[in-house]
């Protein structure tokens, strides 16, 4: 694991698990809020989802340009669902 990945609360691995299954939020918008790139993240739902949950990710993933910015249509123009933030009680 990645420094980054050590660094992460059990919330946090939560929540980055959260947003790498949501189709609009993008790989950067994961990389800027907890500082995992592409590979760390792959290696991080590797680890906690089960084997063919991350196959199922993975072949989720690869159908989704959303994923990527650079592949993003321009009229996608935000980077979560309305939902994504809940308020903790």
Do not use: G
């Amino acid at each position: 694991m990645s420094d980054s990945e050590n660094l992460l609360s059990e919330s946090d691995i939560s929540r980055v698990i959260e947003m790498a299954w949501e189709d609009k939020t993008p790989f950067e918008a994961i990389l800027t809020t907890y500082h995992l790139n592409e590979s760390s993240l792959m290696r991080l739902m590797q680890t906690h989802l089960k084997p063919s949950s991350y196959r199922l990710w993975r072949k989720r993933v690869k159908e989704r340009s959303s994923k990527h910015l650079k592949l993003r249509s321009p009229e996608i123009n935000r980077d979560h669902c309305k939902t994504q933030y809940k308020i903790s009680r």
